[in-house]
């Protein structure tokens, strides 16, 4: 009944089956009979964090990075139980301190763009997301993020910059043509607009979102030229947006 190991061995077996109910329960006579066992704290955290229980998760964590000050991992998964947990302030003190471990780990700097993200620090969500391109090299996926970031505080000349590559790379992300097409409405540039937001469409009919900017762009150009046939397609386009959309 004292012998730990026996538990931690247990909680692994259960832990290997998904069985995480009994794995936790495991784990924590372990590290009842050995509270300083590093691994138990870890894995109980890794079995807390797989069922959804953060705050049990964290709590483990926590202690699995008292006594391992260096284990990247546990301090990484610590953040996403705060993360999980909406305690962003935690989250950051956590990422912080993996990112002390590990400067070059990008899994940490995805993570501190989420955390900033929530707190709507848009200049650290772009630092972060520049890091994790500066580490993995060009990341379409992370390229498009950090659009993203560059369009939520208006700097729609490096956003424009951003997708035109991620577009080069995937020809066929839609996504980029159609945040391409709001860049280029922005900085008045209607007929690259109208184009970008066109082929968005031709790439995914249902992006409720590319008809919407489209209409908002023939709108613009035919206040512009005093066009009917162009406001009528305006409407045209925001009535098959309302039709994908209807809320």
């Not at 069922?51 to 964290?58: S, V």
């Not at 994790?132 to 970031?149: R, T």
């Not at 709001?182 to 995914?204: M, N, T």
């Not at 009919?205 to 009917?228: C, F, I, P, T």
């Amino acid at each position: 009944e004292n012998f730990g190991p026996a538990y931690s061995s247990l909680g692994e077996i259960y832990q290997r089956t998904e069985d995480y109910e009994k794995s936790a329960a495991a784990y924590e006579k372990a590290i009842q009979l050995n509270p300083t066992s590093f691994k138990d704290h870890f894995n109980l955290g890794k079995v807390y964090q797989a069922m959804g229980e953060f705050q049990k998760a964290l709590r483990a964590y926590a202690r699995a990075c008292e006594l391992n000050p260096d284990h990247l991992d546990a301090h990484l998964n610590a953040a996403k139980c705060c993360y999980g947990i909406a305690d962003y302030n935690g989250a950051l003190i956590y990422c912080e301190r993996a990112e002390r471990i590990d400067p070059n780990a990008i899994e940490v700097q995805k993570m501190l763009a989420d955390v900033y993200q929530a707190q709507k620090d848009y200049a650290g969500v772009i630092a972060s997301y520049k890091r994790v391109l500066e580490i993995g090299g060009d990341d379409p996926e992370v390229m498009l993020a950090l659009a993203v970031a560059y369009l939520r505080v208006e700097q729609y000349e490096s956003a424009k910059e951003l997708l035109a590559s991620v577009m080069q790379i995937r020809p066929d992300d839609g996504t980029a043509y159609q945040y391409s097409g709001f860049c280029h409405l922005k900085l008045g540039d209607i007929d690259k607009a109208i184009e970008d937001y066109s082929k968005a469409i031709q790439i995914d009919d249902n992006d409720w979102q590319a008809h919407r900017g489209l209409g908002v762009a023939y709108m613009s150009k035919a206040l512009r030229n005093n066009d009917e046939l162009l406001r009528l397609k305006a409407i045209e386009q925001w009535r098959i947006s309302l039709d994908i959309k209807p809320d």
